[in-house]
């Protein structure tokens, strides 16, 4: 398998129809290509979750409803992690910590006034 470079991974990271190929032995060789990667693979499930959605499950609580959906991710964490408790149900620790972070991401815009603007892909 040819490995991707980092131009490829730089816009993996920004546009989420791009389809990069498996990682499988394709391991970023920089710290900066990990970030891109990782920053495309919660660019692209942020803009799913939020076609699925919508912005009205978050504006109806807002960003209390943020800290309770954080509080319930860290509490699995906690009992997965911390605890060694096995998963339950077909959600992947690393899932969790995306969410987390999405979650972040998605009360920074909604601190900003950035969360009701017109969702464009394209």
Known sequence: MEKTTGEELRQY???????????EGDLPQTWADALDIVMGELRT???????????????????????????????????????GREAQVAETVIDTWQDLSNYGIIAVMVERGWWELPFDED
């Open 45 to 83: 499930l942020m803009i799913h979750k939020h076609n699925d959605y919508g912005p009205d499950n978050i504006l109806s609580l807002g960003v209390k409803g943020i800290f309770v959906r954080v509080w319930d991710k860290v509490n699995r964490l906690k009992r997965l992690v911390w605890e």
């Open 13 to 23: 990271a920004i546009d989420a129809s791009y389809q990069r190929p498996p990682i």
